[in-house]
């Protein structure tokens, strides 16, 4: 029997992080000699989430953006606004068309080699890494992988929200909404709770997405996401005809836990390499930026497994802080999104979010927070004692 090929790479996960790493190698020439193997579990042909993102200028999925808004409402309790994105765009991307879109092209490919296999195991070979599938056993020199094999164990002193949400798609007979202007966080709701808030993505004049989100630290009961939905569409939206037509629902966990970036010849990514940002659950562009930055390093010859930047241990102490307010109840969210949105134009807060704000940005942005809460709290994370 002919000795079974040794892949270049093996790509463990197709979901959002796999697929993004996938097409970024394929677009460039560099990777098209060499051999991947991507296992993926699941056919990847339902639409199980939509991601929406702000971007400056063109990305690398813009093909298939269903919908993007060049401005967005904030709402809360006293505070609106139409704000300007400029220069950023709010894009929606839904995972069907990402998944159909990535296999689309990786079909293209003879060097991408994919296999619908459950991943059991893996680890480190001598020079390289092994993935182990309850059908057969493979070899690489280097995995990537996004499964989550092992769960990941929250410290006492470590925070642990969940992002819920449930989603409906409604379609109206009449137009209802201003496709031009989605509403990015809604805090007219009951907060009871923890922190909750609506938003109202427009896909046409006559449908729309809306999203109840809470971030606690449990989870609520069916009834009680149906009921918020039905309460906020009916008093904020003002429609009493109209028609649910999909219905999502999900949880991102937004924690302080140091997921690793990966040992050895396995490098970690998409949630489970901690690239969703604690404070927000934004996960979709930390993945597209993890991606470049892996295929900038194996073009230069250099180990994929990238480090965390050290100006990335500043922006996990702003997270931890807004965790340990939240996670303590020191502040309300609906108080703290209302004044970083009130304060600060978007530019300043986008870059903040994204982890690409300067030092002053930040001295500014974090001066229009009420002072006392946010130094305690920020004392308090800066003194624990360092973990993983
Ligand atoms: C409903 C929902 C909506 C979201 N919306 C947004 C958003 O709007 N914006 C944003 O920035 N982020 C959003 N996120 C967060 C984040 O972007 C997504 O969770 C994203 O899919 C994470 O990518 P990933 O590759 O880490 O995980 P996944 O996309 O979940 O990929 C993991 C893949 O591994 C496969 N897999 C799992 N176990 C095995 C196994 N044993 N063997 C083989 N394959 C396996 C899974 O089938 C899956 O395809 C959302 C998350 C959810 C759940």
Known sequence: ????????????????????????????????????????????????????????????????????WNKAWFHSNGYSALKNLHPYQYKMIRGLDFYRHCHQCIERFPNVSIVRESVVDMGQTPGGAYVQTDVDRYECSVVFNSIQLHPPVVSSDQYMLLQHFKGWIIETDAPAFNPNEPILMDFRVDQHAGTTFVYVMPLSDRRALVEYTLFTKELLNDQAYEAGLERYVKEQLQLSQYTVVEREFGIIPMTNYRFSPGEGNIAQLGTMGGQTKPSSGYTFRFIQKHSAAIVQALKQGKHPLIKRPAMDARFFWYDSVLLHLLHKEKMAGARIFS??????????????????????????????????????????????????
């Open 339 to 388: 004044l970083l949105f009130k304060r600060n134009p978007i530019d300043r807060l986008f870059s903040f979010l994204d982890n690409e704000s300067t030092l002053l940005q930040e001295a500014i942005l974090l001066n229009t927070l009420p002072q006392w809460p946010f130094m305690k709290a920020g004392w308090e994370e800066l003194t624990k004692p360092t973990r993983n």
């Open 1 to 68: 029997m002919p000795p079974k090929p040794k892949y270049d790479y093996i790509i463990a996960g197709g979901g959002c992080a796999g697929l993004s790493l996938l097409m970024h190698m394929l677009a460039e020439s560099s990777f098209r000699d060499c051999s991947i193997l991507l296992i993926e579990k699941d056919a990847k042909q339902s639409n199980d989430r939509t991601w929406c993102y702000w971007e400056k200028g063109d990305g690398l999925f813009d093909s298939i953006v269903h919908a993007k």
